[in-house]
């Protein structure tokens, strides 16, 4: 029995030997395709990770774009406000001058914009009462000085609107009010304007 004792503890330790042999390669490939498999993960996750940072990047770049065309919208805004307002101020000035400055200038607008010194002049009802004949006076006078016919007259018609005056000659009218003339005179001074308020 001692043989067969023997045969079967031999055939028993080789397959112990085998079986460890067996398991020892199996973990050997198991921790290569463990190590394989990390490797990848990490080189995806770097992948992903650049992926990401680059689409921060560029919601980030837009962000800032946006922001910057929001801003320049609110400031081109704001210049236009205080142009507008600007102008709005200068009218305000030109209708709150002493009448003798305002007629005079009504007065150098009609002598200036007149063709044939026989228009009629078309005032607010409020400069036609107030002042209407000392412009006519002012205007045909200085047509005179000028050496050219002198004969504006003054129409009882009216027309709303704020200061200023229409020429009228026939069914031509020349428009000589004066938010006309500082909206006409705005484009030519845009410049000089946003260079005053932004310097």
Known sequence: ?????????????????????????ARAQAKEI???YTALAKEESGRILAAG???VQEILRRSV??????????????KQKMIA?????????????????????????????????????????????SCGKAILKEANSLLSKAGKK????LSAETRD??????LKSGDVEVNCALDTILRLMKEELITDVLGALFA
Request: hydrophobic share 45%.
């Open 1 to 25: 029995m001692n043989g067969i004792d023997n045969i079967a503890r031999k055939i028993a330790d080789d397959a112990r030997q085998e079986a460890e042999s067996i398991l020892e390669e």
């Open 34 to 36: 463990a190590d394989r």
């Open 53 to 55: 940072q680059e689409q």
């Open 65 to 78: 774009s946006a922001a910057e065309q929001d801003a320049k919208k609110r400031l081109l805004a704001t």
């Open 85 to 129: 307002s600007a102008f709005d101020e200068a009218l305000e000035k030109l209708l709150g001058l002493p009448e003798n400055e305002y007629v005079a200038l009504l007065a150098k607008l009609a002598a200036a914009a007149s063709s044939t010194g026989q228009e009629e002049m078309i005032l607010s009802p409020e400069d036609l009462q």
């Open 150 to 153: 002198a004969s504006l007259t």
């Open 161 to 166: 609107i704020a200061g200023g005056l229409l």
